[in-house]
C-alpha cells in the first residue's frame, strides 16, 4: 500500500505524526487480537504497548519484505504468547490448558459437559461470546493462535503461516483441531 | 476413491475453507451426500466458524498512544516537530546566518583588529584608500564608522 509505504518512510525520517498514523491504524485490531489471545487478562492493555513499541523500534530497519499488516501481527502474536508463556510460568491457571489439551476430545467434552447448562440458560449473545472466549483460553497458545488469526481475524491460510512462521500444513492442521475442539465445547450453545 | 467416515472428517475444516483440491472436495462432498452424521458434523463445524467469526471487535478501554509516543521521543525514534530534510537545510542556513550576524552585534572588532584589517586592506587591495567607500559600499563603511563611534574611538 503506497500510503503505509510513505507512512513508514516518513516515520523512519523521525516523524512522529506518522507513527501515530500507523498506531491508530492498527491499534483497534492489535488490541482485539490481544483480548483474545489473553483472555481479556489485565495485561492485555500491557501488551498492547508493547507491542508497539516493539513494533515501532523494529520498523526503523523495516525494508518491506512483509507487509506491514504482517509484520505487526507477528510482533503481536509473539508478544501474546510470552504473555501466555510467563502467565503459565507464574500460576496454575493456565497450566490447565497444557492438561486439557494432552487428555483429548472426550475429556474436554465432558469438561465443559460438567457446566450443567439448562438449553434456556443457553441464550445466544454475551453467554455465548463468553463461552467462545472461555473455548478459546482453553486451547493451547499454538491452536489458540491459528484459530484467532484465521476465524476472528479472517486471514488466509498463507497469512497465518506467515505470520506465525509454521508450514502451510502445520497450520491448516491446528486450524483443524481447533475448530473440532470448539465445536464440542460450544456445541450446546449452537442448539 | 469413496472415504470412509475418518478421513473425511479430518478434511472438513479446509472443505468448509474452501482450501481443498478439486478432487479432495469431490471426494468429501460425494461421502457427505451418503453419510448424515459427517454431515452433521459439518454443519456443527460451519456453526462454531460462522459464530467466532462473528465475535465482535473488542474497544480498548485506554488510549496507549501517549505512553507510546512518551517511549519514543524518549528513546529518540520520533521528534515532536518534524521536518522534511530539505527544511532542515534551510533553516541551518537561515539559523546560522542569523548567529553569524549576532555575534558580530555582540562582539564587534576591536579597533586593533580594525586597524589589522585596514593594513590588510591596504597591502591587499588594488584600489586607493579614496575609491574605498565605493569598493566597500557605503552600509560596510558606516558600520565600521557607527562601531567606533559607539566605543567612542573614532580617529
Redesign the interface.
Known amino acids: 500500500m503506497a500510503d503505509e509505504r510513505q507512512l513508514i518512510e516518513?516515520?523512519q525520517?523521525?516523524?512522529?505524526?506518522?507513527?501515530?498514523a500507523i498506531?491508530?491504524l492498527y491499534?483497534?485490531?492489535i488490541?482485539?487480537l490481544a483480548?483474545?489471545m489473553l483472555g481479556?487478562s489485565p495485561e492485555v492493555?500491557d501488551c498492547?504497548?508493547e507491542v508497539?513499541?516493539r513494533a515501532?523500534?523494529g520498523l526503523?530497519g523495516f525494508r518491506g519484505e512483509a507487509s506491514l499488516k504482517t509484520w505487526i501481527y507477528r510482533i503481536a502474536t509473539n508478544t501474546c504468547l510470552n504473555y501466555l508463556d510467563k502467565a503459565k510460568r507464574r500460576g496454575p491457571v493456565d497450566s490447565l490448558d497444557a492438561e486439557v489439551f494432552e487428555e483429548g476430545f472426550a475429556t474436554l467434552g465432558d469438561t465443559l459437559a460438567s457446566e450443567e447448562r439448562s438449553p434456556e440458560d443457553q441464550v445466544m449473545g454475551v453467554e455465548?461470546?463468553e463461552a467462545?472466549q472461555v473455548a478459546l483460553d482453553k486451547l493451547a497458545p499454538e491452536f489458540r493462535t491459528a484459530?484467532v488469526l484465521?476465524?476472528?481475524e479472517?486471514m488466509s491460510?498463507e497469512e497465518v503461516a506467515s505470520v506465525t512462521g509454521a508450514a502451510l500444513g502445520t497450520v491448516?492442521s491446528r486450524?483443524?483441531r481447533a475448530?473440532?475442539q470448539?465445536?464440542r465445547w460450544?456445541?450446546d450453545?449452537?442448539k | 476413491m469413496p472415504q470412509n467416515c475418518e478421513e473425511c472428517r479430518s478434511q472438513l475444516s479446509a472443505y468448509a475453507d474452501g482450501a481443498l483440491s478439486m478432487d479432495e472436495n469431490r471426494a468429501v462432498h460425494a461421502h457427505l451426500i451418503g453419510c448424515a452424521r459427517c454431515a452433521e458434523e459439518l454443519a456443527d463445524l460451519m456453526a462454531v466458524i460462522h459464530v467466532i467469526a462473528a465475535l465482535p471487535p473488542v474497544p480498548p478501554r485506554e488510549d496507549p498512544w501517549a505512553a507510546v509516543c512518551f517511549r519514543l521521543r524518549r528513546e529518540g525514534l520520533v521528534r515532536s516537530r518534524y521536518m522534511p530534510r530539505a527544511r532542515w537545510v534551510a533553516a541551518a542556513v537561515v539559523g546560522g546566518g542569523a548567529i553569524a550576524l549576532s555575534w558580530n552585534m555582540l562582539f564587534p572588532p576591536t579597533p586593533s583588529q580594525m586597524a589589522d584589517l585596514d593594513t590588510y586592506w591596504r597591502e591587499h587591495a588594488s584600489f586607493s584608500l579614496e575609491s574605498e567607500p565605493v569598493h566597500m559600499g557605503a552600509p560596510a563603511v558606516h558600520a565600521i564608522e557607527a562601531t567606533y563611534q559607539l566605543q567612542g574611538d573614532l580617529p
Not at chain 1, 525520517?13 to 501515530?20: F, S, Y
Request: cysteine-free.
Open positions: 516518513r516515520y525520517q523521525g516523524d512522529q505524526t506518522a507513527a501515530e498506531f491508530r491499534h483497534p485490531a488490541h482485539s483480548y483474545r481479556g492493555e498492547v504497548q508497539f513499541l515501532f523500534r526503523k455465548l461470546e467462545i484459530l484465521r476465524d476472528v479472517g491460510y491448516k486450524i483443524a475448530r473440532t470448539a465445536v460450544l456445541k450453545y449452537l
